[in-house]
C-alpha cells in the first residue's frame, strides 16, 4: 500500500504593521493571535532604543483569533512597558480579540479603546 500524504495547513500567520504617530509606536495587527506566532508578536513589541518611554498602541482590527498565548505575551509587554515609564493601549478590538480580552480581564490591565484615534489621544 502506498503512502499518502497529506499537506499540512499552515497556521494562519501573523503580520504587524508599524508605524508612528505622535511620538507613540503604533502596530496594526492582522492574523491569529496563537502559540504559533507569540513569538512574532512578542518581537513586534520589543521596545525601540528611540520611543523611550515605550508608548505603544495596538491596532487589533485585523485580528480574527486570540488566545492565551497572545494574553501572556501581552501582559509581559503592559509590565515592561510600564516599569520603564510608558504604556501599552488596545484598540479596535474584533470581537474574537474583544471576547478572549473580556474573559481573562486584560482590559482591566490594559487601556481598551474602540477607535485607533481614540487610543492615540493624550
Do not use: K, Y
Not at 501573523?14 to 505622535?22: P, Y
Not at 518611554?53 to 495596538?58: E, I, R
Not at 516599569?83 to 487601556?111: F, H, N, Q, S
Request: charged share 20%; net charge negative.
Amino acid at each position: 500500500m502506498a503512502d499518502i500524504h497529506h499537506p499540512v495547513e499552515q497556521p494562519a500567520r501573523l503580520s504587524i504593521t508599524r508605524t508612528t504617530a505622535d511620538g507613540i509606536r503604533v502596530l496594526a495587527l492582522a492574523g491569529e493571535l496563537d502559540t504559533d506566532t507569540a513569538g512574532t508578536l512578542r518581537q513586534g513589541l520589543r521596545p525601540e532604543e528611540e520611543c523611550l518611554p515605550p508608548l505603544t498602541v495596538l491596532d487589533f482590527g485585523a485580528v480574527t483569533f486570540m488566545d492565551s498565548s497572545a494574553i501572556n505575551v501581552l501582559v509581559a509587554a503592559h509590565r515592561d512597558a510600564t516599569a520603564a515609564g510608558g504604556w501599552i493601549r488596545m484598540a479596535a478590538l474584533t470581537e474574537p480579540a474583544r471576547r478572549v480580552v473580556e474573559i481573562v480581564g486584560l482590559d482591566t490591565i490594559i487601556a481598551c479603546h474602540p477607535t485607533l484615534a481614540q487610543a492615540l489621544e493624550p
